[in-house]
């Protein structure tokens, strides 16, 4: 490997180079909750119902935890309190791009019959 005073590093043509290599890489996500980043399987997926975006009512959202919803998705915890967390932060319907207030009754209900 040549290399000169104050200039980049210069790899010859036949230098290999070794990268790591990343077997069965999970996707990292962060909870609109409490913000901490996990891999996707340990979180809920929500997305909004297309449906409910007419009229003035609050947009519905829907748990998605087999992640194959269309659309937009934020993720949290599946835990009540990082959905709480982040209803009061408002944080899905920012994440989600939804303007107006936003229903979490199926997601509570979903996280009701998984208790």
């Keep these: 490997?040549?290399?000169?005073?104050?200039?980049?590093?210069?790899?010859?043509?036949?230098?290999?180079?070794?990268?790591?290599?990343?077997?069965?890489?999970?996707?990292?996500?962060?909870?609109?909750?409490?913000?901490?980043?996990t891999t996707a399987d340990r979180l809920l997926r929500i997305v909004a119902d297309p449906t409910s975006r007419t009229g003035g009512e609050p947009v519905r959202l829907l748990p998605d935890p087999k992640r194959r919803l269309s659309g937009r998705g934020v993720h949290v915890h599946r835990s009540g309190q990082c959905l709480e967390l982040a209803l009061r932060k408002r944080a899905l319907g920012r994440a989600l791009r939804v303007e107006g207030k936003v229903d979490a009754g199926a997601v509570r209900t979903f996280f009701d019959s998984e208790a």
Excluded: F, H, W
């Design 1 to 37: 490997m040549k290399q000169t005073k104050g200039a980049a590093r210069v790899r010859s043509p036949r230098e290999e180079v070794d990268l790591p290599v990343v077997r069965n890489a999970r996707p990292i996500r962060t909870c609109a909750g409490c913000r901490k980043r």
